[in-house]
Protein backbone atom coordinates (compact mmCIF):
# COMPACT_ATOMS: atom_id res chain seq x y z
CA UNK A 1 0.00 0.00 0.00
CA UNK A 2 1.39 3.42 -1.08
CA UNK A 3 0.02 6.87 0.96
CA UNK A 4 0.29 9.83 -0.38
CA UNK A 5 -0.77 13.10 0.85
CA UNK A 6 -1.16 16.54 -0.57
CA UNK A 7 -0.53 19.71 0.57
CA UNK A 8 0.32 23.29 0.02
CA UNK A 9 -3.20 24.46 -1.42
CA UNK A 10 -5.30 27.69 -0.39
CA UNK A 11 -6.52 31.16 -1.75
CA UNK A 12 -4.29 33.47 -3.86
CA UNK A 13 -4.96 36.09 -6.63
CA UNK A 14 -4.58 35.94 -9.88
CA UNK A 15 -0.77 35.95 -11.00
CA UNK A 16 -0.01 34.55 -7.35
CA UNK A 17 2.05 31.66 -6.67
CA UNK A 18 1.96 28.55 -4.70
CA UNK A 19 3.53 25.35 -3.92
CA UNK A 20 2.31 21.78 -3.72
CA UNK A 21 3.73 18.91 -1.85
CA UNK A 22 2.94 15.58 -1.88
CA UNK A 23 4.82 12.91 0.60
CA UNK A 24 4.43 9.69 -0.24
CA UNK A 25 5.44 6.35 1.48
CA UNK A 26 7.60 3.81 1.28
CA UNK A 27 11.08 3.01 0.33
CA UNK A 28 10.95 2.77 -3.73
CA UNK A 29 9.95 5.89 -3.81
CA UNK A 30 12.47 6.86 -6.23
CA UNK A 31 11.29 4.51 -8.32
CA UNK A 32 7.83 5.84 -8.30
CA UNK A 33 6.47 8.09 -11.02
CA UNK A 34 4.05 10.41 -10.26
CA UNK A 35 2.05 12.35 -11.85
CA UNK A 36 -0.54 15.32 -10.84
CA UNK A 37 -4.73 15.97 -11.25
CA UNK A 38 -6.65 18.18 -11.08
CA UNK A 39 -10.50 18.20 -10.48
CA UNK A 40 -13.33 21.20 -10.50
CA UNK A 41 -16.68 20.63 -9.09
CA UNK A 42 -18.62 18.96 -12.23
CA UNK A 43 -15.75 18.38 -14.23
CA UNK A 44 -13.72 15.41 -15.21
CA UNK A 45 -10.30 15.25 -13.67
CA UNK A 46 -7.65 16.55 -15.59
CA UNK A 47 -4.00 16.03 -16.22
CA UNK A 48 -1.66 18.76 -14.88
CA UNK A 49 2.14 17.00 -14.55
CA UNK A 50 3.95 14.11 -14.10
CA UNK A 51 7.65 13.04 -12.95
CA UNK A 52 9.24 9.72 -13.51
CA UNK A 53 11.86 8.18 -11.33
CA UNK A 54 14.54 9.48 -14.03
CA UNK A 55 13.34 13.18 -13.92
CA UNK A 56 11.28 12.78 -17.28
CA UNK A 57 8.55 15.37 -16.78
CA UNK A 58 5.20 16.03 -19.05
CA UNK A 59 2.90 19.53 -19.12
CA UNK A 60 -0.55 19.58 -19.70
CA UNK A 61 -0.92 22.60 -22.47
CA UNK A 62 -2.66 24.65 -20.15
CA UNK A 63 0.28 24.85 -16.93
CA UNK A 64 3.15 24.69 -19.40
CA UNK A 65 5.47 27.52 -18.70
CA UNK A 66 3.52 28.65 -15.45
CA UNK A 67 3.97 24.56 -13.70
CA UNK A 68 7.05 23.21 -12.94
CA UNK A 69 7.09 19.55 -11.42
CA UNK A 70 10.25 18.46 -9.62
CA UNK A 71 10.76 15.87 -6.70
CA UNK A 72 13.19 15.40 -3.77
CA UNK A 73 13.61 11.95 -3.26
CA UNK A 74 15.65 12.27 0.08
CA UNK A 75 12.31 13.78 1.40
CA UNK A 76 9.77 11.26 -0.61
CA UNK A 77 8.21 14.10 -1.92
CA UNK A 78 6.53 15.78 -5.10
CA UNK A 79 6.64 19.29 -5.53
CA UNK A 80 4.34 21.25 -8.11
CA UNK A 81 5.02 25.20 -8.27
CA UNK A 82 2.57 26.89 -9.89
CA UNK A 83 2.91 30.38 -11.16
CA UNK A 84 1.00 33.26 -12.52
CA UNK A 85 -2.37 31.51 -11.20
CA UNK A 86 -5.30 31.98 -13.05
CA UNK A 87 -8.53 31.40 -11.92
CA UNK A 88 -9.42 28.67 -14.36
CA UNK A 89 -6.56 26.88 -11.98
CA UNK A 90 -9.42 26.64 -9.36
CA UNK A 91 -9.62 22.73 -8.48
CA UNK A 92 -8.90 20.15 -6.13
CA UNK A 93 -5.36 18.94 -6.96
CA UNK A 94 -4.50 15.17 -6.60
CA UNK A 95 -1.09 13.59 -6.56
CA UNK A 96 -0.78 9.66 -7.75
CA UNK A 97 1.32 7.29 -8.66
CA UNK A 98 1.68 5.40 -11.63
CA UNK A 99 1.45 1.98 -12.10
CA UNK A 100 4.31 1.74 -14.72
CA UNK A 101 5.09 5.08 -16.68
CA UNK A 102 4.14 8.81 -16.33
CA UNK A 103 0.86 9.25 -18.58
CA UNK A 104 -1.46 11.96 -19.20
CA UNK A 105 -4.73 9.48 -18.31
CA UNK A 106 -6.30 8.85 -14.62
CA UNK A 107 -6.22 5.35 -15.26
CA UNK A 108 -2.75 4.44 -15.93
CA UNK A 109 -2.36 5.17 -12.04
CA UNK A 110 -3.18 3.12 -9.19
CA UNK A 111 -3.07 5.55 -5.93
CA UNK A 112 -4.17 8.76 -4.91
CA UNK A 113 -3.87 11.17 -2.41
CA UNK A 114 -6.69 12.70 -0.51
CA UNK A 115 -6.07 15.73 -2.89
CA UNK A 116 -5.26 19.75 -1.91
CA UNK A 117 -7.90 22.47 -2.84
CA UNK A 118 -6.54 25.65 -4.58
CA UNK A 119 -8.58 28.60 -5.21
CA UNK A 120 -7.39 31.22 -7.47
CA UNK A 121 -9.63 34.81 -7.22
CA UNK A 122 -10.10 37.08 -10.17
Known amino acids: QVQLVESGGGLVQAGGSLRLSCAAS????????LGWFRQAPGKEREFVAA???????LYADSVKGRFTVSRDNARNTVYLQMNSLKPEDTAVYYC????????????????WGQGTHVTVSS
Open 96 to 111: AKSRRNIAVVSEAYDY
Open 26 to 33: GRTFSSYD
Open 51 to 57: ISWTGRT
